[in-house]
């Protein structure tokens, strides 16, 4: 309870983790791309979802547990890939993979994370999700699927919303580059903030480890993108179906926001459709993910998970009322960690628990079943 009486909401994490980390390193994780309209738009989205409070319901425990792709969740939500976790907070994909067993709940790693599949993957317990940038070498895909098999990851999320590079705006005014290098001014800002620099002394200097295997090549690339980009490619239709081929378990395709692609891809063999813009990071031109989410539910009876701009219990709500199944979050979970190290992503899963029980209080939901009848239509 003391940690909830400081830290009551995702909004205070964030605060507390402004000052606890390097100000090139909040610039990578807070920002988006363009003047971040996008971002915005998530939020405002949201904001218009209504739900109905209800009265004389009497007393009851809402039923927080889900099926999602044949396992059973004591939540509805996970934890969602986040490129270079260990920049943002030393040990990060360890801690969350740990955090995520712990709860029962899936970890995505993804395939430009700071360490390698095989030291998280047993980490991750029953739910471990590998998010794969699409390789253009097939090898190298192959090999990649064998390792991350051999890890404990048991589905796979294919990332089909970076086609090229954003640009980033802020995280390039903030000099971050890739690999990260600690210039004169980026080293006054990391000695300003010395627990995350002492756990950057354990850890070392953050690097894409898994890209590290296949890359021999850096000099191609400019300062604001990193090593993947020389590795992996922008699928077609065909790739995702040699890819369907060779991955025998749940393949989930992740970056989703038309429902002409969500009703193809549950003819190609899709075994989740994943509704993402990447919190604004990519494209500054699209429509908040909620806002999409009606017309792609309607269009596939797969499975659909849901992110970018989710940032308290109430906001899935608001997804799981409109026909989401499922919800991740990223950022969030970062914020926790650099507010307050390994504890703070259990922080931020209990927050979202109590958030939602709240608010299914007020509207009278004892399941997430009932939660499409509670909207303000």
Not at 137 to 164: C, E, H, S, W, Y
Request: charged share 20%; proline share 7%.
């Amino acid at each position: 309870m003391r940690l909830h009486s400081r830290y009551p909401a995702i909004s205070d994490l964030k605060a507390r983790a402004r000052w606890r980390i390097p100000h090139f390193v909040w610039e990578y994780l807070d920002s988006a791309t363009g003047v971040e309209a996008t971002q915005r738009r998530n939020r405002t989205a949201l904001d218009r979802v209504l739900l109905n409070p209800s009265i004389l319901h009497g007393e009851f425990d809402p039923d927080l547990g889900t099926r999602f792709l044949g396992q059973t969740y004591p939540l509805p939500f996970g934890i969602a890939p986040v490129g270079m976790s260990g920049l943002i907070w030393p040990g990060a994909e360890k801690m969350l993979a740990r955090t995520a067993a712990k709860e029962g709940l899936p970890f995505t790693l993804s395939t430009v994370s700071t360490q390698l599949p095989e030291d998280v993957g047993p980490l991750a317990g029953d739910h471990a999700w590998f998010q794969l940038y699409p390789p253009r070498d097939p090898d190298i895909r192959d090999d990649i699927l064998k390792r991350v098999r051999a890890a404990g990851f048991n589905t796979l999320v294919m990332t089909v919303d970076v086609p090229v590079a954003s640009r980033r705006e802020r995280q390039t005014r903030g000099g971050l580059t890739n690999p990260p290098k600690l210039t004169p001014r980026l080293a006054m800002q990391a000695a300003m903030c010395p627990v995350w620099l002492n756990g950057i002394r354990q850890t070392g200097m953050p690097r894409m480890k898994l890209m590290d295997d296949y890359s021999q090549n850096r000099s191609a690339l400019p300062s604001n993108q990193h090593i993947g980009y020389l590795l992996r490619t922008s699928p077609d239709w065909d790739y995702f179906k040699s890819l369907r081929e060779v991955w025998d378990g749940p393949l989930i395709v992740k970056g989703v926001g038309r429902a002409d692609d969500a009703a193809r891809l549950t003819d190609e063999g899709a075994d989740a459709i994943w509704i993402s813009n990447h919190a604004g990071r990519q494209f500054d031109g699209g429509p908040a993910t909620i806002d999409v989410l009606p017309a792609i539910r309607a269009a596939t009876t797969l499975p659909v998970i849901l992110d970018s701009g989710i940032e308290g219990g109430l906001d899935i709500l608001r997804a799981l009322a409109l026909g989401a199944d499922f919800v991740m979050l990223g950022r969030a979970f970062h914020y926790g960690l650099a507010a307050l190290g390994a504890k703070g992503a259990a922080h931020v899963v209990d927050i979202l628990r109590q958030d939602m029980i709240s608010n299914m209080g007020q509207i009278g939901a004892r399941t997430l079943a009932d939660l499409p009848g509670t909207l303000r239509i």
